[in-house]
Nanobody
């Protein structure tokens, strides 16, 4: 069983920055492709960013390209999401997720992922 625990959410003004962290339990974190998703009130959950097992490949939703950066530290079993130039439309609960088979494509598709965190709230005011 893998547990994912997000942190780093909060309230910020438009144009500000936040860094989310997702700490994973288990010894095989480096085998997992990881991703971040978000869900705004009244909307479906959507893909934000994904990263391969080694961190060598990343992918982003068009809405966050150039503003958000996903990274990981396999020694710390942690994946990060650096969010810059935040906009009010970035307001959502942010979730991290893991694909234990290591497929970044599966993460991007957002279906059949093995584990999800409990989410952390990000609120951006104008």
């Amino acid at each position: 069983q893998v547990q994912l625990v997000e942190s780093g959410g909060g309230a910020v003004q438009a144009g500000g920055s936040l860094r989310l962290s997702c700490a994973a339990s288990g010894r095989t974190f480096s085998n997992y492709a990881m991703g971040w998703f978000r869900q705004a009130p009244g909307k479906e959950r959507e893909f934000v960013a994904a990263i391969s097992r080694t961190g060598g490949s990343t992918d982003y939703a068009d809405s966050v390209k150039g503003r958000f950066t996903i990274s990981r530290d396999n020694a710390k079993n942690t994946v990060y999401l650096q969010m810059n130039s935040l906009k009010p439309e970035d307001t959502a609960v942010y979730y991290c997720a893991a694909d234990t088979r290591g497929s970044i494509r599966t993460v991007v598709a957002g279906a059949g992922l093995d584990y999800w965190g409990q989410g952390t709230q990000v609120t951006v005011s104008s």
